[in-house]
């Protein structure tokens, strides 16, 4: 399935792929930094994800390359020019965008090529899945202009890092190969360069075939587990499972688990 072309004029979009909603990060000469273009598009994209039982993912990628070099340098240093609650509602703009890759009920993937850097580095790590070109880095970049990390890159990295490889990505802002990080299980793919996307779209098709409704609360538990009681954890777990033992998913994959065929859960 493929709807009519974006416009790629703008500094983000989306478009439609099989059962993959693509979001592009597109101010290539830039590297791709954050812009509130790229904040309503991934927002809309949820939202359409959301309200479409057809899409597999929403995959965010960078074009020509580079997936996000962060947050621009050029606004950040007015930012002394604008009152704290200013610049706070600025960064709440991130902070909801982050959330709302959290919230989603539709898995989001960051299908990675070149960099995440910064705060692209944060967007990155909320996703879901990461699938990573082999030569790519991951830089957290802040503390190298006097600054320090936002957008969640603390939460979402000390969930996949021991802390000492957290303390030294955010102390000295070197560039990490995406190897290093695949090597303690924080990437889950490493594929080819230029290739990060067509096997985040393989996922994406693979996701699609799956129980939606299933999918969902299994990611909702996913997040949960981090911060949740082995008691809270269980509890969520109790709950869901007890939902989903009434629903049509269940029925029809136990069914096609004793006919001995391939559940079809989207039909």
């Given at each position: 399935?493929?709807?009519?072309?974006?416009?790629?004029?703008?500094?983000?979009y989306?478009?439609?792929?099989?059962?993959?909603?693509?979001?592009?990060?597109?101010n290539?000469?830039?590297?791709?930094?954050?812009?509130?273009?790229?904040?309503?598009?991934?927002?809309?994209a949820?939202?359409q994800?959301?309200?479409?039982?057809?899409?597999g993912?929403?995959?965010?990628?960078?074009?020509?390359?580079?997936?996000?070099?962060?947050?621009?340098?050029?606004?950040?240093?007015?930012?002394?020019?604008?009152?704290?609650?200013?610049?706070?509602?600025?960064l709440?703009r991130?902070?909801e965008?982050?959330v709302?890759?959290?919230?989603?009920?539709?898995?989001?993937?960051?299908?990675?090529?070149?960099?995440?850097?910064?705060?692209?580095?944060?967007?990155?790590?909320?996703?879901?899945?990461l699938?990573?070109a082999?030569?790519?880095?991951?830089?957290v970049?802040?503390?190298?202009v006097?600054?320090?990390?936002?957008?969640?890159?603390?939460?979402?990295?000390?969930?996949?890092?021991?802390?000492?490889?957290?303390?030294?990505?955010?102390l000295?802002?070197?560039?990490?190969?995406?190897?290093?990080l695949?090597?303690?299980?924080?990437?889950?793919?490493?594929?080819?360069?230029?290739?990060?996307?067509?096997?985040?779209?393989k996922i994406?098709?693979?996701?699609?075939r799956?129980?939606?409704?299933a999918?969902?609360?299994i990611?909702?538990?996913?997040?949960?587990?981090?911060?949740?009681?082995?008691?809270?954890?269980?509890?969520?777990?109790?709950e869901?499972?007890?939902?989903?033992?009434?629903?049509?998913e269940?029925?029809?994959?136990?069914?096609?688990?004793?006919?001995?065929?391939?559940?079809?859960f989207?039909?």
């Open positions: 399935m493929q709807n009519n072309p974006p416009d790629q004029s703008e500094l983000a989306s478009y439609r792929d099989g059962a993959a909603l693509i979001v592009v990060n597109n290539p000469k830039a590297r791709n930094p954050i812009s509130l273009t790229l904040y309503d598009t991934i927002t809309s949820l939202q994800a959301r309200d479409d039982s057809s899409v993912a929403v995959i965010l990628t960078g074009a020509e390359g580079f997936f996000c070099a962060g947050g621009d340098l050029g606004l950040l240093a007015k930012a002394r020019e604008r009152s704290s609650d200013e610049r706070r509602a600025r709440n991130l902070h965008v982050v709302a890759i959290q919230q989603s009920p539709v898995p989001v993937i960051a299908a990675i090529e070149g960099g995440a850097a910064g705060a692209g580095a944060s967007i990155a790590f909320a996703c879901d899945l699938i990573c082999e030569d790519a880095y991951v830089s970049a802040y503390v190298k006097g600054l320090t990390p936002d957008g969640g890159a603390t939460a979402f990295l000390s969930d996949a890092l021991p802390r000492q490889l957290l303390t030294e990505m955010c000295l802002g070197d560039r990490i190969p995406v190897k290093r695949y090597d303690v299980g924080a990437v889950n793919e490493l594929c080819e360069p230029t290739t990060s996307l067509i096997h985040a779209c994406a098709e693979k996701l699609a799956g129980p939606q409704h999918i969902a609360k990611k909702s538990l996913c997040i949960n587990a981090q911060h949740n009681t082995v008691q809270q954890q269980l509890d969520l777990e109790a869901f499972m007890i939902d989903a033992q009434v629903q049509d269940a029925q029809e994959g136990i069914s096609a688990f004793f006919e001995k065929r391939r559940a079809s989207r039909n």
